[in-house]
């Protein structure tokens, strides 16, 4: 389209009555500006001040983040600190190159700049400007800063402990005294404990208790010996009597367990312990009536009836519900 323009607008003093192209905006008339859009190359004034190399395809095109040194133009990436090897060489520059070490305001970042850059090996440490070592530096000193806090809290809490968790405090202080659980210790095999009855030679010190008429107190001795083999021997038999009661309803229900639970039929093939009888929707057998596989069988409300007719008179009740 571009083209065709320039032509038409070349013949139009040729060609009478020639038509012209309009609406059309020929980007070839315009001179490019130059500009990039997405990683833009570091300026040679940049590179020059931070003692940046400038990139060579043959020598940096294997280096890690080669494509994004490429777009820069620098012989290494320049990104910010993100490794462990650019981690330890900020902290070993705080503490030893003089450029990092200050003794009031801040680092010299220009300065600071060329030191790092000249460390770097386009592998574990790459090209980094002034704005990249100020936001980590930045970070660093709130680092630093909760170290230096956490330390000092540390230290106080070590002497809140001394002083008011003294062992020598609880030297003076009477022992506990060790008590044994009271009554005999069972041994627990199989998780719970058996069940306890009591046996009649539980009972056989029994003393009943005996009261005496107010009329009787100065003339008549005391109960004699015999009365208590007496009431111990009532005591017994009702032990018996109790025991053979539980006995009885134990085996009652022991016999109602056993006995065979009554066999369903099945609604749809009509067979006994068919898988259908729990739910026809697990039957694999045709329809006892229809014999279709996809019948539902006899309804449940009227099984004498055919699985027709009983569905019917099912619907027709729901219709007059």
Known sequence: M?????????????????????GWVNGDLYTPAGEIIGILPVP?????????????????????HAYLAKQQGTKCAV????????????????????????DT???????????????????TIFYKLAEHLQAYYNKWCRYINEKNSVSHAIVK???????????????????VPQSEMPGPMKDIQGGHLEPHVNTVSEFVDYQPIVF??????????SVPQSSHRVDTASIQQGLSVSASKKSKRKADSVLESDRARKIRTCQKCGKLGCSGSASRLHCKNPCQDCGKMECKGRNSQHPRKDCQTGWN?????????
């Not at 032509?7 to 040729?14: D, G, N, Q």
């Not at 220009?110 to 850059?117: D, I, S």
């Not at 005496?212 to 001795?221: C, I």
């Not at 008179?313 to 519900?321: A, F, P, Q, R, S």
């Open 2 to 22: 571009n083209d065709l323009q320039v032509s038409l607008e070349a013949t139009c003093h040729l060609i009478s009555e020639s038509q012209t192209l309009t």
């Open 44 to 64: 040679d004034s940049t590179r020059a001040s931070a003692d940046i190399e400038s990139y060579h395809h043959i020598q940096d095109c294997k280096k890690k």
């Open 79 to 102: 990104i910010a600190i993100h490794t462990p090897s650019e981690r330890a060489l900020f902290k070993k520059l705080m503490q030893e190159d003089p450029s990092f070490t200050w």
């Open 105 to 123: 305001g801040k680092p010299d970042w220009g300065q600071c700049v060329k030191v790092w850059n000249r460390n770097a090996n386009g592998q």
């Open 157 to 175: 809490l070590k002497a809140l402990t001394r002083k008011y968790r003294n062992p020598e405090r609880s030297a003076a202080a009477p022992p």
């Open 212 to 221: 005496e008429d107010s009329s009787s107190l100065n003339t008549q001795p």
């Open 313 to 321: 008179l099912c619907h027709k009740t729901l219709k007059m519900g």
